[in-house]
């Protein structure tokens, strides 16, 4: 009914940069928080940064001063742009959003499938 799609992943090398790309399809009658969680190997999943539909933002500790989190409501897309990037970034990056469907009138939370990110020293 709705589905989340990530984009952008792949190998870097530390101090590199990468863009990652959500975007939410299906009866979407509003996307609310859009976020993006990682999971490292061996690790749970963490928050890494989320926005609101308003544009505020919170971060990790980890990402705060080198990621930045951004939304476009018209394409119902988020992004993640990741820079300085170090070893320890290297997980699974999925996509998170509450949304609220029109046709049945529900409300959802959503993940995408996860992209991978990985960083070499």
């Known amino acids: 009914q709705v589905q989340l799609v990530e984009s952008g992943g792949g190998l870097v090398q530390a101090g590199g940069s990468l863009r990652l790309s959500c975007a939410a399809s299906g009866s979407i009658f509003k996307v609310n928080a859009m976020g993006w969680y990682r999971q490292a190997p061996g690790k749970q999943r963490e928050l890494v940064a989320v926005i609101t539909s308003g544009g505020t933002t919170n971060y990790a500790d980890s990402a705060k001063g080198r990621f930045t989190i951004s939304r476009d409501n018209a394409k119902n897309t988020v992004y993640l742009q990741m820079n300085s990037l170090k070893p320890e970034d290297t997980a699974v990056y999925y996509c998170?959003?509450?949304?609220?469907?029109?046709?049945?009138?529900?409300?959802?939370?959503?993940w995408g499938q996860g992209t991978l990110v990985t960083v070499s020293s």
């Open positions: 998170n959003a509450g949304v609220v469907t029109s046709t049945p009138y529900k409300i959802l939370e959503v």
